[in-house]
């Protein structure tokens, strides 16, 4: 069975940091690329960060210089460490994994979320 547990979200005032974190179990881990998304109420998911199973990042534009994406193959866990944080970054905060194999057949697996709010 496959799980995809995120957390690190809370409450924090703009330009503060929080480091979000997502443990996965039931996969390969290092064989996967893994995915942060956010996704505020009534908008479409975003996808925020990419982290390859070769370790190449990439980032969407707003978060770039902002945010760092990484992994930790021992632990089986991808971190997304998030720093000058503005108000527009409130969101649900999703992580995603997909194998190469998934990429052909689209499948993959999420995480249920962690909720991360950025408020004075």
């Known amino acids: 069975q496959v799980q995809l547990v995120e957390s690190g979200g809370g409450l924090v005032q703009p330009g503060g940091s929080l480091r979000l974190s997502c443990a996965a179990s039931?996969?390969?881990?290092?064989?996967?690329?893994m995915y942060w998304y956010r996704q505020v109420p009534g908008k479409q998911r975003e996808l925020v960060a990419v982290?390859?199973?070769?370790?190449?990042?990439n980032y969407t534009t707003s978060v770039k210089g902002r945010f760092t994406i990484s992994r930790d193959n021992t632990k089986n866990t991808v971190f997304l460490q998030m720093s000058s944080l503005k108000p527009e970054d409130t969101a649900v905060y999703y992580c995603?994994?997909?194998?190469?194999?998934?990429?052909?057949?689209?499948?993959?697996?999420w995480g249920k979320g962690t909720l991360v709010i950025v408020s004075s």
């Open positions: 995603k994994a997909q194998s190469e194999i998934g990429r052909m057949t689209g499948m993959d697996y």
């Open positions: 039931g996969i390969r881990f290092s064989g996967y690329d």
């Open positions: 982290i390859t199973s070769r370790g190449n990042t």
